[in-house]
């Protein structure tokens, strides 16, 4: 029981822990020092750990995960929308 209640716990720190990140990219718009390569690796990586929790059929580590994961997956689409766009303009020499 105390295992399960300490799960618990580390799954909402983990996904209070984003939180900064989050306000701070949504207040400023802006991702420009944050590589696209970091919110990917943490979203593949819990999606292996939500497979291994399952296939060993640990329910308390699934539902443990979900806040971190939903966070994560917020960061990845904050980095999307956010990261700064190269734009190349063509001038036409007359």
Known sequence: MLAKILFLISGMLWA??????LHRVYKRKSVKDISIFFPILCVLSMIF???ASYLT???ILIISMVCPFICNVAFLIQV???RPRVVTRFKRKI
């Open 16 to 21: 209070i822990e984003m939180l900064p990140q």
């Open 49 to 51: 750990y939500f497979v």
């Open 80 to 82: 999307i929308i956010y």
């Open 57 to 59: 059929r640990n329910w």
